[in-house]
């Protein structure tokens, strides 16, 4: 697993949004904004999902992600 930076921790809880990348076995990719989610003290990110659709079914496929943050105000 990546370590998370001390930053970027700091960035994802003043944001409260993340955006999930993720891709199915053929690669075609998927990403989608999670507001609903809990960054945990070793570093995991666990994230709420209502419908089992593309995120879903790319991880039972594919386990890797992407996952970004970004300053809203610049």
């Not at 930053?7 to 053929?26: C, H, N, P, Y």
């Not at 989608?32 to 790319?58: A, C, M, Q, V």
């Amino acid at each position: 697993m990546v370590a998370i930076p001390i930053k970027v921790k700091q960035m994802i809880q003043r944001q409260q949004i993340i955006i999930v990348g993720s891709a199915d076995r053929l690669g075609l990719p998927n990403v989608s904004p999670r507001t609903s989610f809990y960054l945990d003290p070793d570093g995991s990110i666990y994230w709420l999902e209502l419908f089992k659709h593309k995120t879903f079914r790319n991880f039972q496929k594919n386990p890797w992600c992407s996952v970004t943050v970004f300053e809203k105000k610049s």
